[in-house]
């Protein structure tokens, strides 16, 4: 795990403040790998320090939304168990065509819809953010507003191929990883005194990838590792889990990525030795 108190943020930004005012976190997309999310909030719980705003991707969304909906990071990850989404076959359901996809949201859609009752964003508990790639004009956006939180949320996630497009007010919608998988913008706007970003995605050398679906996983990670980087340097610190072993994939490793996002939260929060509001 390696902490990034990254040099060239600091050459357009102050010296991270360690006691601010308001604390952004954005939560980097990477399929299973975004499980490490939840224990490096769980080490943010435990060091008493908490943010203002959150920004998520992919399945940094998921994660995020839930948080900021109220959830507890162990209740999410009591939650990932009960509804079976650390079992690839129960998270990724086959399409009966393939024309727009091979698999559907419809687990997704069904966890949504259990864990959050509501499916507006001013009802959540803190600020949220998540981002989406507009797959009819190639561009990207992030959505904080209205009450089409549950279907931008499945947009959000739904990677190009593997996923069907997620049609919202006619318009189609992809994963927001495929331009922004570290989502920095809102926070920025949002005039954060510290942005702290978690980027979960790491691209370690193989020798030979077998399989279709360990290209196609090994494929997205290469896209999207490639985009975050103008995104570290908005960041006053970026945490990055030593994920290298494992692929977007590893669903039913959830509980060995949660410990290694908290082990590298822990190690963040012990250095970095941000105080309590």
Do not use: W
Not at 246 to 264: N, P, V
Request: charged share 25%; hydrophobic share 40%; with cysteine.
């Amino acid at each position: 795990m390696t902490i990034e108190n990254d040099l060239l943020a600091q050459k357009s930004k102050a010296k991270p403040n360690k006691n601010p005012k308001k604390v952004g976190l954005a939560l980097s997309g990477g399929g299973a790998l975004g499980y490490a999310h939840m224990g490096f909030l769980q080490a943010m719980r435990e060091a008493k320090f908490d943010v203002d705003v959150i920004s998520g991707t992919s399945m940094g969304s998921i994660i995020g939304v839930m948080y900021a909906a109220g959830y507890s990071p162990i209740e999410i990850l009591e939650f990932v168990d009960k509804e079976n989404m650390n079992k690839v076959s129960n998270v990724i359901k086959l399409n009966s065509s393939f024309s727009r996809g091979f698999f559907n949201h419809q687990k997704l859609s069904s966890v949504l819809d259990k864990a959050i009752p509501h499916n507006d964003f001013s009802k959540l508990n803190k600020k949220f953010y998540c981002c989406v790639v507009n797959f009819n004009e190639a561009t990207y956006k992030f959505v904080g507003k209205g009450t089409l939180l549950k279907e931008y949320i499945a947009a959000s996630a739904s990677i190009p191929i593997v996923y069907e497009p997620i049609e919202i007010e006619g318009v189609q919608y992809i994963d927001g990883g495929l331009m922004q998988n570290l989502p920095v913008e809102p926070l920025v706007k949002e005039k954060c005194d510290l942005i702290i970003g978690v980027d979960v995605v790491a691209v370690a050398n193989k020798e030979n990838v077998k399989g279709i679906m360990n290209i196609i996983s090994r494929s997205i990670a290469i896209s999207i590792r490639g985009n975050s980087s103008y995104s570290t340097k908005q960041c006053d610190y970026v945490i990055t889990p030593n994920l290298e072993k494992y692929t977007l994939l590893d669903f039913d490793k959830a509980q060995e990525l949660f410990d290694i996002g908290y082990d590298a939260g822990k190690e963040f929060f012990n250095k970095a030795k941000l105080k309590k509001r």
